[in-house]
């Protein structure tokens, strides 16, 4: 996390990969990418009031890190249009990427994502050689898509990062994990009606594209593939041959 953060952001001092304790809101970069979206990490009276635990800056997970945003700069203007979607999001989809499809994926930001193809080459290599391959994540569950579970572990992981605390724990200060888990999955599990249900399942088809491609073999279900061309031809065939029995008889 710390190389993605000095390549994307380029601080000064560059973050250390190896000591946590320079991270955190005592960082000016880690500090906005965790910063509440309702504040701007800009004011010098949000970062005094954040970094000294002020009643009037409690940083709990009842606020949306601007990491989670598109563009840190839109704060909440349109809380959903940015929300979990492209740039400032590079991090948690280099998290994610590196989680469960391999670390050197997470190198590749653009275009679509190479998930399917690293997933495939496993399990061509395996039967090849099973000592010799190194499986990732999303192969051994059986992961195709991008779910809202994947999604709220990553943000977890990214934030755990980007703090400055060196061991896992439920609950950071004010922040509590697991809170902020399930409010990540209520998100999109929660949806209010078919509008919301609609953005929901086009944010997460997005994310879909950028892990894992635009292939869809995992959506081919028996209906589908019953009504194509194939199964469609082998079905007109033998009900021509049912035909012509009847008419012999």
């Known amino acids: 996390m710390a190389s993605w953060v000095n390549i994307e952001f380029h601080p000064i001092p560059l973050i250390s990969t190896t000591d946590k304790h320079h ?78 499809t391999s670390p050197s994926s997470a190198n590749k930001m653009d275009g679509e994502g190479q998930g399917t193809d690293i997933i495939e080459n496993n399990r061509r290599a395996r039967r090849q050689d099973q000592a010799k391959v190194k499986t990732c994540v999303a192969s051994i569950i059986g992961m195709r898509k991008v779910t809202p579970r994947a999604i709220a572990y990553t943000a977890c992981q990214m934030r755990f ?59 081919l279900t028996s209906d589908i593939i019953s009504q194509m061309s194939i199964r469609t031809l082998a079905t007109q065939r033998l009900a021509m041959e049912d035909a012509a029995l009847d008419s012999d008889s």
């Open 23 to 100: 991270r955190g809101f005592v960082n000016d970069i880690c500090g906005k990418l965790l910063c509440p979206a309702e504040w701007c990490w800009g004011d010098p009276v949000v970062r005094a009031g954040i970094r000294n635990r002020t009643t009037a800056f409690i940083v709990s997970e009842n606020s949306w890190p601007l990491f989670m945003y598109q563009n840190s700069s839109k704060l909440l203007v349109m809380v959903s249009r940015f929300f979990l979607i492209d740039s400032c999001l590079i991090i948690i989809l280099q998290g994610l990427k590196a989680l469960f």
């Open 161 to 219: 990062a980007l703090s400055s605390i060196t061991s896992w724990r439920n609950v950071d200060g004010d922040f509590d994990y697991e809170i902020f888990w399930n409010n990540i999955v209520d998100f999109f599990e929660d949806a209010l009606g078919p509008a919301a249900q609609a953005r929901v399942n086009e944010l997460l088809e997005w994310w879909t594209r950028k892990v894992f491609g635009r292939n869809h073999r995992q959506d």
